[in-house]
């Protein structure tokens, strides 16, 4: 039965700019019902729409999206399953480490690449303990060398696959760019040290290889568990004074580095606010707070920016 | 005290009753990364023989946890009522499972031996049980408790509508509870996991979902999901707090780590009781104010499951809800990750679990059938649990637009995905929310929904979301 185009049309109260995207596909504006639709083989659809599709300009949630009898359209079953499709692959598909590197280097940083204890990523998957602690094979790479300059002052970074390979491998780089300009920019008394990277690792893995490097602090940059609106979310979290055993309140976090979340060089201001405050107190952690958000409402607003991940 | 099994002249030993039960327990990734799951398939097989002789009465005197280390211990061992226990107190953990499995048992038979079994009680025979017992068994329980509607009559399932937004803003969130009512979801609660934590966002938006309620005069009740103590101060500021939601655990530690103990819920569910808001009154006579979350591997993940496995905890966090009269307790059961539940098939064990110990327990239980994008789980999963809850009389589930919340970053269950339980289940939501929707025109007398164009409701709530971008109250 054709239920479509058979209703009287009902007044919108909304106003304003209505087109948004969904699924790379616009989202009609809507001040009258949509016309029937017409599938490609040019039958008429079964879909009833729901009238209401104008409020999705308030919320990024699928709302108003229709139905056939009780279940989902086709069209939404399967924009669903590319959604979750991409947030699968970015934490099963391995990050190219060696691009990632040649990237770096071609910008000016040195690397160095180190492993976890988590052997695959089923196994970093089922056991974040492992993630956690370093392979005790890299530990001769991280060995600072021989008159190396003094440990005061050096900034360790480490960049990890976390759980979206995707979000390093997009972000890690254009941030490192825009730290690196900032703390040349202000003078900053941090000296970026070699860009560490870890694979198959979670947060308290830098500790460690912040304690071998002798760093002042250490900075992990890593992907953090994909949401099917955000599957390239990057993570920071920044230790003072980085040494094994710490937990998550001694670290700050800055979360939701993506293109709809946290710009890079606001997330720079960040790190470079909480470092400098770290250092002011001798201590991160929980008695560190961000006050870079008291005129920025809109930063402070963004999803984990107070209440970062569980994934570490 | 130790337990053995011999089978073919290999004898299998379990230290003590902690250590039986963990061996016993369906493999789950949790288990295994505490290092307490079986090492091999026979062991967990002679663990669940091993404990299918144990008697029942074998409980009332080994602790999995010691009683002076842990106040949940205390809660269970001193609430334990005996004469409640007398009807099965003659029986094996295997006994058990077949009088439960009987003809004989019944809602009321089942709904009067609860206060007599304890949370390990019925961690251990859900060992024994297979997914069907699960279902069978639960399906039995009644658990009915009201607030402004009747939630848990047989035949129905309610939803909770969950309209949460990544910065809290109100015209967000009310757009997903107006596509929610529209799609008749909201009749457990309309609840918000605000992103924010604190007290005047909470009362905030505590303020925006009474007046709205009241408006609209819905026969539902609201909740914001904050911590128990912010909610304890949003009441002291004169917030409408309808019920006290709070994350419980199953030992005293893990519930430290979520910054609560008993006497601070004592405490919150007394406030709550003082402001006499609730309407109705369930079975049980007295008003139910409490909202409960809870899941496996909570213990495991702060480190406070003390030795005992995932499931067993899980059920003694039922024993910390029932000693407060919840209106609804929910089983968030595959939020916490593939670290504690793997995939797919650990994710339906663990909800037919927590669900059936729940209501054998004596609680209102629901669900959030749900999965994280690390998890090997996908919508076919979910679809699995929903109807197998469904058919196991589950109270409720969530409703999320279109299965993806967009601020806690998981899949849960859509108000699409009730609707299909109401086709094929014919699951008919709370009585009293079910008559407000046909009033408002949003679905017809057999609970389907009718064409969104023909109810004006939505145009009328619509006209509001353009005036809530600053609340009252907010400069």
Known sequence: MVTTGQRTPAPVATSGPGLMMRGGLPVPRVGK???????????????????????????????????????????????????????????????????????????????????????????????????????????????????????????????????????????????????????????????????????????????????????????????????????????????????????????????????????????????????????????????????????????????????????? | MPFAHTVDRCTYRFADLKVLLAKASPLRSGDAMAGLAAQTEQERVAARMALAAVPLRHFLSEAVIPYEQDEVTRLIVDTHDLAAFAPVQHLTVGGFREWLLAYAQDAESLRSIAPGITPEMAAAVCKLMRNQDLVLVAQKCSVVTQYRNTLGLPGRMATRLQPNHPTDDLRGIFASVLDGLMYGSGDAVIGINPAGDNVPGTVRLLHALDEFRERHDIPVQTCVLTHVTNTIEAMRQGAPVDLVFQSIAGTEKANRSFGVDLALLAQAQAEALALARAPLRGQSGCDHVMYFETGQGSALSADAHQGVDQQTCEARAYAVARRFQPLLVNTVVGFIGPEYLFDGKQILRAGLEDHFCGKLLGLPMGCDVCYTNHAEADQDDMDTLLTMLAVAGVNFVMGVPGADDVMLNYQSTSFHDALYVREVLHRRRAPEFEQWLQRMGITDSTGRLVPGSRSGLWSRLGSELPHLSRPRGLA
């Open chain 1, 33 to 312: 019902l949509p016309a029937p639709k017409l599938s490609p083989a040019g039958e008429l659809s079964t879909v009833e729409p729901d009238p209401w599709e104008d409020l999705r300009r308030y919320t990024p949630a699928r709302i108003a999206l229709g139905r056939a009898g009780a279940s989902l359209p086709t069209a939404e079953v399967l924009d669903f399953q590319m959604a979750h499709a991409q947030a699968r692959d970015a934490v099963h598909l391995a990050l190219d480490f060696a691009a990632l590197a040649g990237a770096l280097r071609q910008a000016g940083f040195a690397t160095a690449a180190v492993e976890s204890l988590a052997a695959t990523r089923q196994e970093y998957v089922r056991r974040p303990d492992l993630g956690r602690r370093l392979h005790p094979d890299c530990r001769a790479t991280l060995a600072p060398a021989l008159g190396d300059a003094t440990s005061a002052q050096r900034l360790t970074l480490v960049v990890a696959d976390g759980l979206s390979s995707r979000a390093a491998a997009t972000h890690a780089l254009p941030l490192l760019c825009a730290l690196r300009s900032r703390l040349i920019a202000h003078a900053a008394r941090w000296s970026i040290d070699t860009i560490i990277l870890a694979s198959q690792a979670r947060v308290a893995l830098a500790d460690e290889v912040g304690a071998l490097r002798k760093a002042e602090a250490v900075v992990i940059l890593l992907g953090e568990r994909p949401g099917l609106s955000s599957p390239d979310s990057l993570g920071l979290y920044m230790t003072y004074r980085p040494r094994p055993g710490l937990t998550d309140a001694d670290r700050n976090c800055i979360s939701n580095v993506r293109a709809a979340g946290l710009g890079y060089a606001e997330a720079a201001l960040k790190l470079h606010f909480l470092l400098d405050a770290a250092r002011a107190a001798g201590v991160s952690g929980t008695s560190v707070k961000d006050h870079t958000d008291q005129s920025a409402d809109s930063l402070s607003a963004l999803p984990g920016s107070d209440a970062c991940d569980a994934d570490r």
